[in-house]
């Protein structure tokens, strides 16, 4: 009998090794999702003390959309909205003086929280553990993997069969998944078996001691996020929750007579360390709860994948120094990457090809934060003379009249540490004029918005409850495409949303193609998805609320979406002159309005114009056509 005819408890969509940020993330999602998870980690506990431990804007905005952000900030955690930078007086002599401030998140980033939220890892992590319960997924605890072997030829369904034990030996276990990941971290034995190697950017060249406790201090800037040169080193101060204060502190450089990667030193000695980087100023410790040395080596993994059955993310696959704080969100960006594109597939919706989009995507952004976070750590870990000390630039949120190259990089890497700065190149779901979806109707010259990029935050009121409302969250992390059909004014757009929606209704067409096979049951309360699995739909006019009625404005189909219909009525200072603020801060006709189609993961898919006719309906065919598992496109109506 052929050995794929296992017993079905020991069969599962994904086995997922380690529960830190990225195996949690991804194991949420695809537990929400509805599919089996089998999810184990080495440690017998989550996190007790220490790791990452800052959370950027972008990741707050991706937690909100998850449910998850109000269980998180009601660990009160600390918010950092500015950075001090410090350094030896430019004038000479001794001690540190403070030589500017910069927003966390300046103003040019349009943040629906501007500021890094700092909690430690263990308590982000119980957040997720908690939501897995709800979906009937615990961690199996202490349990490693021992081997694993993939092929889809011996067995099509569940290709991966996964060998599991016990820490202690006493147990074992041999269980058959869709897919394996590997996200526990820089030492993964997953990647180890693939033996994909880890390409160094750069020799380790600093070795930094961190170290988390509640101190007594009378340097004036311990709430905020700092960072300090003077002649005997550099620090990071980084707040934390209940009084605590995280700092980096440099132990040691390449450029030491007796520099070894591997040095170490007591909490004791690094404590003697800070207090001479402070001085004039003392700080005491009351209590130390965490305590770690660590070498600084900015690698990344050769391949993220090499079947599209076996992925790695997280630490797996890229290690940075963590005073840029990109960690724990890069981890997250990893999972929800992968996570869709496994449900897309699984669920009969796109082509196994679009898993291949996961390795090119992830790994160009770690490569980029490698290229960043090598220059930082190396200017972090100078000792800057006093001519090069010098103050931040005017601006938003800074003070001072000069910029140092610290500065300057910092700065410029606002967008990127800030999440905002992410972006896809051109693939089948990111459209580009080599698109397969060729029409002139595809991307409308006026448009702001970039394939690839985020979607732009705006704010709209919602018409049936008046409420204002976050446009880029009413709809919630759901597996589904975002289609944000920007329908102008209503006398302008009535005969072109017709004909949207009849032509939506159109027998193989991107919409009709994958309604869910239960439609008639759904419930008439169902928000996002009453039609279709894989879509969710809203309506934004460019109109005042009292001004918009849905069931004269919209055509049946798009009317059942009563709950997603907006006024677009509410000014924006960043497009002040605007009738229509977020058709205008989308660059999209304020009248005859546009669809834009937003990716499960919140990135752009493709803009086409609204128009009279079939062209816009075709223009989506073409665009989801590129990567569905459906012929999309026909003339029959589908009543």
Avoid at 144 to 158: H, Q, V, W
Avoid at 500 to 509: E, F, Y
């Amino acid at each position: 009998m052929p050995d794929y005819y296992e017993p079905i408890s020991s069969r599962f969509s994904a086995v997922i090794v380690g529960a830190g940020p990225v195996g949690l993330m991804l194991s949420t999602c695809l537990a929400r999702w509805g599919y089996k998870i089998k999810h184990i980690d080495n440690r017998a506990e989550p996190t007790p003390t220490g790791r990452a431990d800052g959370i950027q804007p972008r990741s707050l905005d991706l937690l909100r959309n998850m449910g998850l952000k109000s269980a998180i900030m009601a660990h009160k955690p600390a918010r950092v909205y500015e950075v001090a930078f410090w350094d030896p007086p430019k004038t000479g002599g001794e001690g540190i003086v403070r030589t500017g401030t910069w927003a966390s998140c300046p103003n040019f980033i349009d943040a629906r929280y501007p500021f890094t939220t700092l909690l430690h890892q263990g308590l982000i992590e119980r957040v997720f553990i908690a939501d897995l319960a709800k979906n009937g997924v615990e961690i199996q605890r202490p349990w490693t993997i021992t081997g694993f072997t993939s092929d889809e030829k011996a067995n099509p369904e569940y290709p991966v069969t996964v060998d599991l034990a016990h820490i202690d030996g006493t147990h074992k276990e041999t269980v058959h998944a869709k897919y394996l990941f590997g996200g526990e971290g820089g030492k993964s034995f997953v990647r180890d078996q693939l033996k994909i190697g880890v390409s160094f950017k750069d020799p380790i060249s600093y070795v930094w001691g961190v170290m988390d406790g509640v101190v007594k201090t009378d340097f004036p800037d311990i709430k905020m996020k700092c960072t300090i040169h003077s002649q005997h080193g550099s620090i990071m101060v980084i707040p934390r929750e209940d009084n605590m204060v995280r700092l980096y502190i440099q132990i040691a450089s390449s450029t030491d007579a007796d520099f070894h990667p591997r040095k170490t030193a007591s909490a004791e000695e690094v404590q003697e360390r800070a207090k001479r980087i402070l001085e004039p100023y003392s700080i005491e410790w009351e209590r130390v709860e965490w305590y770690s040395v660590y070498p600084i080596g900015q690698g990344i993994s050769d391949k993220y994948t090499l079947d599209h059955r076996v992925f790695l993310g997280g630490d797996a696959c890229h290690t940075h120094s963590p005073k840029a704080g990109q960690g724990m969100n890069t981890a997250f960006l990893d999972a929800q990457n992968l996570a869709w594109k496994i449900h897309a597939v699984e669920a009969g919706f796109a082509s196994r090809k679009i898993l291949e989009t996961y390795e090119p995507e992830r790994k160009e952004v770690a490569e980029n934060l490698l290229a960043f976070d090598n220059k930082y750590a190396k200017l972090f870990s100078q000792k800057p003379s006093t001519d090069t000390v010098v103050a931040a630039t005017k601006g938003d949120g800074a003070q001072g009249a000069e910029e140092n190259e610290f500065i300057k990089t910092f700065k410029e890497a606002c967008e990127f540490t800030s999440g905002y700065g992410v972006f896809y190149k051109a693939n089948a779901l990111n459209w580009s004029p080599e698109h397969p979806a060729q029409s002139h109707v595809v991307h409308p010259k006026s448009t702001r918005l970039v394939p690839g990029r985020l979607f732009i935050n705006a704010n709209v009121t919602r018409v049936v409850d008046a409420n204002v409302v976050h446009l880029e969250q009413e709809i919630p992390l759901n597996g589904s495409f975002r289609l944000f059909i920007f329908a102008g004014k209503p006398s302008v757009s009535a005969q072109a949303l017709k004909d949207l929606a009849a032509n939506m209704q159109k027998k193989g067409s991107f919409y009709q193609a994958y309604m869910r096979p239960d439609v008639d049951a759904v419930s008439h309360h169902e928000r996002h998805n009453p039609h279709s699995l894989f879509f969710s739909v809203c309506s934004i006019f460019a109109a005042k609320r009292s001004d918009v009625e849905i069931s004269r404005d919209l055509p049946p189909l798009l009317a059942r979406y009563k709950d997603n219909v907006y006024a677009d009525d509410l000014w924006d200072r960043r497009v002040p002159d605007a009738q229509a603020a977020a058709h205008a801060k989308m660059g999209l006709d304020q009248e005859k309005g546009g669809v834009v189609v937003v990716r499960p993961d919140g990135y752009v898919g493709v803009v086409v114009a609204l128009t009279e006719g079939s062209a816009t309906v075709d223009a989506l065919n073409q665009y989801f056509g590129s990567f569905c598992t459906k012929k999309l496109g026909g003339d029959h109506a589908q009543l």
